[in-house]
Nanobody
């Protein structure tokens, strides 16, 4: 059974940094695209960033470019999101997603597996 488990969320002040992780189990995700999405109450889940199966290609939504960095450690079957210069509008539940293909996508339908989410709260 495939499981994605996020960790590392919490409360941070504006301008601070946080790194969240996503540990995968049940299969290896090397060579498969992975991504981070986020959701705030009353809004649809939105794409944040993705990484291709070989880790070479990354994509970011405009609002996080230059502040967030996605990375993967396939030896540990773990996905990371380093978040710097955090803003109150980054407050959300962050979800890890894994695809069954090499190429990443910016839409939810491009991913087959999802974690339960981790709360990130940025105070002003």
């Amino acid at each position: 059974q495939v499981q994605l488990v996020e960790s590392g969320g919490g409360l941070v002040q504006a301008g601070g940094s946080l790194r969240i992780s996503c540990a995968a189990s049940g299969r290896t995700f090397s060579n498969y695209a992975m991504a981070w999405f986020r959701q705030t109450p009353g809004k649809e889940r939105e794409f944040v960033t993705s990484i291709s199966g070989n880790g070479v290609s990354t994509y970011y939504t405009d609002s996080v470019k230059g502040r967030f960095t996605i990375s993967r450690d396939d030896a540990k079957n773990t996905l990371y999101l380093q978040m710097n210069s955090l803003k109150p509008e980054d407050t959300a539940v962050y979800y890890c997603a894994a695809s069954g293909t090499y190429y990443s996508s910016i839409i939810e339908g491009g991913y087959d597996y999802w974690g339960q989410g981790t709360q990130v709260t940025v105070s002003s």
